[in-house]
């Protein structure tokens, strides 16, 4: 493990005890651990929760990570080296540990290897369960996504309801990491907290998903699943429904769905057109249509490993349907309130442009 910025324990100033001023003696921070730290949502829940007095943050990163944008955060961040695939690794980074928020996962709707997917979110998650477990750490938020319920045959679904299909790889593995979790809260009494963020929105995402750059560039020549509506997440709002889910007592045994921004597909880019002064193709391609050139471009990629444009698993989510859910529970127990979608895309398009 490697330090780059050291831990302190907080010293609070003199306070009046029988009209004499004394010192209260250094009292130690509760240390929250966060795997995923450098990631688009990671860097924003470590900022966020760094509001929080008596906290002190522990960023779990692997050894190719980036951590300049951490730096700059606060000078009381500590980052050590583990890789949520090696278990070996994991225990020493929880040691002293309080807290842990797991946000690390491959968000991504392709990779060269499917395996990929169930290496980092299945397994990768229920190594850090098993070593939240082994250092008798006292909460845990497992950040996963509403796709993880597939396609419930309500909708809109709930915390409650039972999953559906999954039409990923990404929805699928990211279900059977939560479902590791459960087990562990079920047998071990893992005190297990897990949020299902809705599709996130902001500056500072370096992931093609959202396709927010494309539009941007003029580069998105018809839609697809136009009249399809999801649901969409401001990441400053992801971030304190994390750190309200992790601090909240009353939390552990229980999901919460997060995000009630809804837009068809169509909406969603039409927001981006008027923001950006761009247009935006109003022509819609039925899914069926595209599915043979996306498997063929889906096997030329695993070859070159370069992600097609349009992934198989992206028409196969949209060919399923509105994702649809109900987001009270957030409000009603984390007091979660809700940043507009367009004031989230506005976020995102500055910083596109401004990268020019």
């Known amino acids: 493990m490697r330090l780059i910025r050291n831990r302190y324990f907080g010293v609070d100033r003199c306070i009046p005890f029988n009209g004499i001023q004394v010192e209260k003696m250094p009292r130690k921070n509760r240390v929250v651990a966060v795997t995923g730290a450098t990631g688009f949502v990671g860097r924003h829940f470590v900022e966020r929760i760094l509001q929080e007095t008596g906290i002190s943050v522990r960023c779990v990163v692997r050894d190719s990570s980036d951590v300049a944008g951490l730096e700059h955060l606060d000078d009381d961040i500590e980052v050590v080296h583990a890789d949520v695939t090696r278990p070996d690794t994991l225990e020493d980074a929880f040691a002293d540990v309080w807290g842990v928020v797991n946000l690390a996962g491959y968000r991504e709707f392709w990779s060269k290897r499917r395996e990929h997917f169930y290496d980092v979110n299945q397994v990768g998650a229920g190594n850090v369960f098993r070593a939240c477990l082994a250092r008798g750490v006292e909460k845990v938020v497992q950040v996963s996504t509403p796709l993880a319920f597939g396609r419930p045959d309500e909708q809109p679904f709930d915390e409650m309801s039972a999953p559906g299909a999954h039409p990923s790889d990404y929805a699928r593995s990211k279900f059977l990491g939560d479902e590791e979790g459960w087990c562990l809260h079920q047998e071990e009494d893992l005190p297990l907290t897990v949020v299902h963020l809705a599709a996130v929105i902001g500056a500072g995402d370096d992931k093609a998903t959202m396709e927010v750059k494309r539009a941007v560039d003029g580069k998105l020549p018809a839609l697809v699943g136009a ?130």
């Open 227 to 356: 009249d399809t509506t999801y649901t969409y997440l401001y990441v400053r709002d992801a971030a304190d429904a994390i750190a309200r889910a992790l601090l909240n007592p009353d939390t552990v045994g229980q999901r919460y769905l997060i995000g009630n921004q809804r837009a068809t597909t169509r909406e969603y880019f039409s927001i981006i057109g008027r923001i950006a002064g761009v247009p935006v193709p109003s022509r819609n391609i039925p899914e069926s249509w595209l599915m043979p050139v996306a498997r063929c471009m889906e096997a030329a990629s695993r070859v070159t490993g370069i992600r097609p444009v349009v992934p198989l698993d992206v028409l196969k989510t949209t060919a399923a349907g509105s994702l649809l859910f109900d987001a009270s529970r957030s409000v009603d127990e984390l007091g979660m309130t809700y940043t507009s979608l367009s004031t989230a895309l506005s976020e995102s398009v500055e910083e596109i442009r401004s990268a020019a």
